[in-house]
DNA sequence: GAAACCACGTGGCTAAGCCACAAGATGTCC
DNA sequence: GGACATCTTGTGGCTTAGCCACGTGGTTTC
């Protein structure tokens, strides 16, 4: 590996190393607890030394992928998947892990010229007046209770031309399937009283508040932008500060129908 | 360094060593975009190799305090600072950051036994009965303009037995006045429709929604454990999903009065 | 004055090794 | 047979002593 190309990129390698060994991470069918390379073998396996590949598997540990165990070896993280952007962001995931059922109403599907949409949408997605945009509106079910209502603009080109048949399960399985990695997101958390024209869709009695998440999805360039309400009753974010090393970005939970009061008010 | 008590830690010295060069950053008058130690330096200063010295800087890079700048040095990162659990918690810095005058409202203030308190801020605070709590309740306000509403119980033992005096400005520095230094924080961020009693106080119509934050404080033992809740249309929680390494928690961020409407529904 | 050059300090990376630690295999004693 | 000590193996932690590629700033040259 000395006098090769990958030595004229200019990130240094064990940065490079650092990428292919998440890639590795995840599509090695590893599970959470799972032994992983040790220092040596991926020193061998990739001809550099041990200091190099101990640098990059720091960086998945450092990025809470991985966790050393001194005189065993590298254990993927319990909660590395977790971390996924998928976790953070698909709804049907979520539902599934807090053990309840989801399901999607597709209330609205259509496509558009992007200079037919709000300039705001322009401006967030990155596109050019004719660029073909899919407006969606869809209602999610956890046990057959409406707990989130969502809109989307989402770039046709940019993830796979889904169409309306394609947008009744899962978005990020979709987008799995045609080859589209979500790379990352941008959330901004309000809080709104439902409009009245949801109070309907999501079941809720007047006066009730929703999280509102704007939210923008990126690969390369912008996939999606959407704005979901999370049903206030039914939904928390979650964020844990740490002073030092180990920061987690804020994840939505679904709580169950009757943990409403938690609170000394 | 190769024998003193320090190598009986159980955490590895790379680790202490990033500990120590944290308080360094942090105490050492190190600006943004300051040049910091080099390698070199660092394992000279410390009497370790240059490898492990690498080590800990490179941890420091993780958490982003920090920036490599290959044959420069290393640099304090412009953002470190927004990093800092102050700058995430401390509504007075965050005010000040956004260019408005942070003031405070002492609506209550009264010392009680934790046996009086609700079991759940028993169990949060991890304290026996006979433990001496404040409670407080406070207004924030931003130019003059209500935007935050918190009640807040803490151990008075721990957060150096503050006064009502003590509480009318930035809590976070009265901590760091009587030396307590706040390492963790955990929120569970929920959207509730203003309750009657409150409406007057933030001055808010009817049918409006607040981001009730529950946050846990904690140094070594939990501090405080505090409900607090944000004016809907002045505050927003960002939150930044990254696939791969550099994560950053969620932040709250105060809005000018009149950026209300930015989403095309 | 501008361009070319050079020296120096920096982080990136290697080599070859020793240490402390954890765990499983082996052996020993009762 | 069972409990306990010991050995062996493999791991991450850490060191020494380098060379390399890169940025920067001063110096020289034209």
Redo the contacts between chains.
């Keep these: 590996m000395s006098t090769d190309a990958s030595r004229l990129n200019r990130m ?1 390698v064990y940065h490079q190393l ?2 292919r060994l ?1 890639e590795l991470l995840r599509g090695g069918g590893y599970g959470p607890g799972d032994r992983f390379l040790t220092e040596r073998e991926v020193a061998a396996r990739f001809g550099l030394s041990r ?1 190099t590949a ?2 990059a598997l ?2 998945l540990v ?3 992928h991985l966790e050393f165990r ?1 005189g065993v070896g590298s254990f993927v993280r319990g909660e590395a998947l977790e ?3 998928r976790a ?2 698909s709804f049907t995931h979520k539902a599934a892990r807090s053990g309840r059922k989801p399901s999607t109403r597709v209330l609205a599907c259509r496509r558009l010229a992007a200079g037919e ?2 300039v ?2 322009r401006r967030e997605l990155d596109v050019r007046d004719a660029e073909v945009l899919v407006y969606v509106e869809r209602l999610r079910l956890a046990d057959g209770e409406p707990v989130i209502f969502e ?1 989307r603009h989402l770039v046709a080109e940019r993830c796979g031309n889904p169409g309306r048949r394609d947008l009744g399960s899962s978005f990020y399985e979709w987008l799995d399937r045609v080859g589209v ?13 439902v ?1 009245p024209s949801e109070r309907r869709l999501l079941q809720l009695r ?7 998440v ?1 939210a923008v999805g990126r690969a390369a360039a912008p996939l999606w932008v959407e ?1 979901t309400d ?1 049903r ?1 009753d039914r ?16 994840r939505a939970t679904l709580l169950q129908p009757d943990t409403d009061a ?4």
């Excluded at 007047?206 to 509102?212: H, N, S």
């Excluded at 939904?235 to 970005?249: A, M």
């Excluded at 938690?262 to 008010?265: E, G, R, Y």
């Design positions: 240094p650092n990428d998440l200091i101990n640098k720091s960086g450092a990025a809470g001194k971390n996924d952007l953070l962001v949409a709000d705001s949408v809109r990695r979500v790379t990352g997101a941008e959330q901004r958390i309000r809080a709104v009283a409009p007047e006066g009730v508040a929703v999280l509102r704007h704005d999370y206030g939904y928390e974010f979650h964020n844990v500060l740490t002073d030092g090393v180990p920061p987690r970005p804020a938690h609170l000394h008010a």
